[in-house]
């Protein structure tokens, strides 16, 4: 998401160019080595409930699918981000059959092609699925599938490097903003002027002043907004957003589903996709809130797997009853605890300082749209491509949650 509003901030800049506008990417993880983008299984979908995760999924799969146009840099090869048009398999139980049905018809008024079918044309169409208890399935036909995370990453990297936009390795821990040269009362409000940036392995840290300041901090978004010298009584109400980890498990089942499998949504909250052509599935779920794994490193616990995860896929898909498990890792949801959407836009308080967090697992998806839609503001003072103000910090003032019912 970061590189995403570096990438268009230049790309938008218009009339500034003459000036050289100046946009710096501060990257304390370098390597990606716990970036959620990496670590993520790459899905791209239209299935969501709440409008402005459809539009934003409708702009990135179209970003995404002339990707050379935007994120080509001349005398480099071909970005090849690996696509597969799997599409996603959503299974819902009588409980949930008319909230899926009233989704789907959203999902196409937005545009979206997606089909639903009865329990008889599922088993016809996928006969490997276990059809008991779904009452119905939503399946999409295009725009959905998965992707080469890193690649894009890389490609969003290349081609804003390429434009001007310079990066370093550190970690923002402090802030110097206006309200520190301010004498009492507290005023109501406050600009960034510098932002600390600390070195790795050294004590030392580095001033940049800055105009305009994007959190895309990713998991740590809301930590960020607690650092030292943000005054405390504007940063309210705090950004309700935490590293939140998730397992993925890799197995290789060679009488599995095949080059039919999508990527598919049990009605138990378990999913998996298709890994290549040889047999070889990615899968997990996210616990329950009150069991949520300890996020202070990414271990990650076999057992859930045993457990949890595998009696749910070998009920759905008979044939995984003799799965073998291959690996696993953990990564991390920049998982917003009010209601699990991104939080886009300028701070009601601190007024050069804009958000693009919060996403709670679709973030790569909505990287390009999200991107261009900070960028929009940040420049133009308004949205243009899509109108996401509804995911702005009013929300969050306010005490009312869009709810997003597609969180896997």
């Not at 935490?242 to 290789?252: A, E």
Request: aromatic fraction near 12%.
């Amino acid at each position: 998401v970061g590189w995403s509003v570096a990438y268009w901030l230049k790309v938008l800049e218009g009339w500034r160019r003459q000036h050289g506008m100046k946009v710096l990417v501060v990257e304390r993880d370098p390597m990606y080595s716990r970036a959620s983008t990496v670590l993520s299984v790459g899905g791209i979908r239209q299935q969501f409930s709440l409008r402005e995760n459809i539009q934003m999924s409708r702009f990135s799969a179209s970003f995404l699918r002339n990707i050379n146009e935007h994120l080509g840099v001349p005398g480099e090869p071909p970005i090849d981000i690996q696509f597969q048009p799997s599409g996603y398999l959503f299974l819902a139980s009588p409980q949930s059959a008319a909230t899926l049905e009233a989704t789907v018809q959203l999902q196409r008024d937005e545009g979206a092609q997606v089909t639903l079918l009865s329990p008889t044309q599922l088993k016809a169409k996928f006969p490997w699925i276990n059809t008991e208890d779904v009452a119905v399935a939503s399946y999409g036909l295009e725009d959905e599938g998965w992707f080469d995370p890193w690649t894009l990453l890389n490609a969003f990297r290349r081609k804003a490097t390429s434009l001007g936009v310079q990066s370093c390795s550190g970690e923002v821990r402090a802030f110097v903003t206006s309200a520190n040269y301010m004498m009492p009362p507290a005023p109501s409000s406050a600009r960034i002027r510098y932002v600390h940036v600390y070195m790795p392995d050294s004590l030392e840290y580095q001033p940049v002043a800055c105009a305009i300041v994007v959190n895309a901090a990713g998991a740590w978004a809301g930590k960020l907004l607690e650092a030292e010298g943000l005054p405390r009584g504007l940063c309210r109400p705090p950004l309700p957003i935490q590293p939140r980890k998730r397992y993925v498990f890799s197995w290789h089942c060679p009488n599995g589903p095949g080059l039919s499998c999508p990527f598919l949504i049990d009605t138990s909250g378990a999913y998996f996709r298709r890994d290549g052509f040889a047999g070889n599935y990615l899968g997990g779920m996210s616990p329950p809130e009150e069991e949520e794994p300890d996020a202070g490193d990414l271990s990650v616990d076999h057992e859930y797997f045993q457990e949890r995860v595998w009696p749910r896929l070998a009920r759905r898909v008979p044939a995984f009853e003799s799965l073998r498990v291959q690996g696993s890792w953990a990564g991390y949801y920049d998982y917003n605890t009010f209601d699990q959407n991104g939080v886009l836009g300028p701070h009601p308080q601190l007024e050069n300082l804009f958000s693009a967090a919060g996403f709670s697992g679709h973030g790569l998806q909505h990287a390009p749209a999200a991107g261009r839609a900070v960028a929009e503001l940040v420049i133009k003072g308004r949205y243009e491509s899509l109108d996401l103000r509804r995911l702005g910090w009013a929300r969050l003032l306010q005490g009312e949650p869009l709810q997003e019912h597609g969180v896997v």
